[in-house]
């Protein structure tokens, strides 16, 4: 089984500080990992993605994350947090190894609320 | 954004009503996927299409049917719902199935069950 860990249900930062969202994960094989973000009243938007490579990932509006193996980890992360950010983040998980059909199922954290003060 | 689209954005319905949710996607994308968003809850996927064939159905009751005539649509029919099925209800495509894609999500529709 897989499984997404979002430790805090709300992170609030000030603007311009630099902000983190937690995220760890369990799968039994190696992971594919995805951050997605919710506006109020939005669908989900991708963000970034870690299929393989290079451990820190860049993504959409300036976020970022790093892939920790030894950790279990996928923390997103970005270095001067806008106001604009305030929204909801989902971290997701997919099973690289897992056997049967080709898809795999994604799972998804609970979500974090970001909130950022001006 | 407008990648995926879905209708009605909002819906209430009584337990006895038949209404239907619709997507689309305008991403020339193989696979479609509902999800339910409950508040407090993790998504939950509850069905994945592939090619028009249904490829996964996660244990959701029957009064949900879903039903994709061509790559682009997705419909999710509803009937006799319950109170407890009230939940943002997302539309989602990708590429196709594999494990390295991306899924791209409309919108959603917010469903109120009295």
């Known amino acids: 089984a897989q499984s997404v860990a979002q430790p805090e249900d709300q992170v609030n930062v000030a603007e311009g500080n630099p902000l983190t969202v937690k995220c760890t994960y369990s799968?039994?094989?190696?992971?594919?990992l995805f951050w997605y973000v919710q506006y109020p009243n939005r669908g989900l938007q991708f963000l970034l993605k870690?299929?393989?490579?290079?451990?820190l990932v860049k993504g959409s509006y300036g976020f970022e994350a790093e892939f920790n193996k030894s950790q279990t980890s996928f923390h997103l992360k970005k270095p001067s947090a806008l106001v604009s950010d305030s929204a909801l983040y989902f971290c997701?998980?997919?099973?690289?190894?897992?056997?049967?059909?080709?898809?795999?199922?994604?799972?998804f954290g609970q979500g974090t609320i970001l909130t950022v003060h001006p | 954004e407008t990648g995926v689209t879905q209708t009605p954005r909002h819906l209430v319905m009584g337990m006895t009503n038949k209404k239907s949710l619709k997507c689309e996607q305008h991403?020339?994308?193989?696979?479609m996927y509902w999800y339910k968003q409950s508040a407090k809850k993790p998504l939950e996927l509850m069905f994945v299409?592939?090619?028009?064939?249904?490829?996964e159905n996660n244990s959701v009751p029957s009064r949900f049917s879903p039903e994709c005539p061509n790559s682009s649509h997705l419909f999710l029919h509803l009937h006799t719902l319950q109170p407890e099925d009230s939940a943002l209800y997302l539309c989602?495509?990708?590429?196709?199935?594999?494990?390295?894609?991306?899924?791209?999500f409309g919108p959603g529709t917010r469903l109120t069950v009295l």
């Open positions: 799968v039994s094989g190696n992971p594919y």
């Open positions: 299409y592939s090619l028009e064939e249904r490829v």
């Open positions: 997701a998980v997919r099973d690289r190894d897992a056997g049967g059909t080709s898809y795999g199922k994604l799972t």
């Open positions: 991403l020339g994308h193989n696979a």
């Open positions: 870690y299929i393989t490579g290079d451990n």
């Open positions: 989602a495509s990708s590429q196709d199935r594999s494990r390295t894609d991306t899924q791209y």
